[in-house]
């Protein structure tokens, strides 16, 4: 078996291009990084929304909006558990996310600029929700701002090489 003859394996008796066998391989690889990814932020998402966070006020704990905002319900369209999820998907998928407080709700940025600064509190601005873009201008300390310390875990998942389909070498099974 010669470069030629692998070649001439491309093509298919009508002479088209034969790369249904690639294909497949790369659809089948994304689908299956695609479900290990969902499945490890299902996991980590569920993990911390089981959790109980704890309210404090003066040092004694308190079951007031904040406790029920993390517990049960951050605003009137998102249960708990889906907005931990949120959370952590866009932690891994963008490296970071930004959770702001409007009218004793939280809400999860979908866009956001971020300025840094080194001797008073990092300033957010064009903040938007749900493709609404907010006027505020909010500060570290009326935020909550998550970053992942690998923002890399992305590029890392897909340069990783799983398995194909395909029966090496593919060419000689159209044969």
């Not at 980590?44 to 993390?70: D, P, Q």
């Not at 702001?100 to 940025?109: R, T, W």
């Not at 923002?151 to 890392?156: A, T």
Request: hydrophobic share 40%; net charge neutral; charged share 25%.
């Amino acid at each position: 078996m010669n470069l030629i003859d692998w070649f001439r394996g491309l093509f298919n008796k009508d002479g088209t291009l034969s790369l249904d066998c690639y294909i497949g391989s790369v659809a089948g690889s994304v689908f299956y990084k695609e479900l290990a990814l969902q499945s490890s932020i299902n996991l980590i998402a569920n993990s911390i929304a089981r959790s109980e966070f704890l309210t404090y006020e003066k040092g004694k704990e308190v079951r007031k909006n904040n406790h029920y905002l993390l517990n049960v319900e951050a605003n009137q369209n998102t249960p708990a558990s889906i907005f931990w999820r949120d959370v952590v998907s866009n932690i891994i998928y963008k490296g970071k996310c930004l959770v702001v407080m409007q009218g004793d709700m939280l809400y999860i940025a979908d866009d956001f600029n971020r300025k840094e600064l080194a001797f008073v509190e990092n300033i957010y601005t064009d903040v938007v929700i749900k493709n609404y873009k907010l006027k505020d201008t909010f500060t570290e300390s009326k935020v909550l701002y998550f970053e992942w310390n690998n923002p890399e875990l992305k590029k890392i998942i897909d340069v990783l090489n799983p398995r194909t389909t395909c029966t090496w070498p593919w060419w000689w099974m159209s044969k």
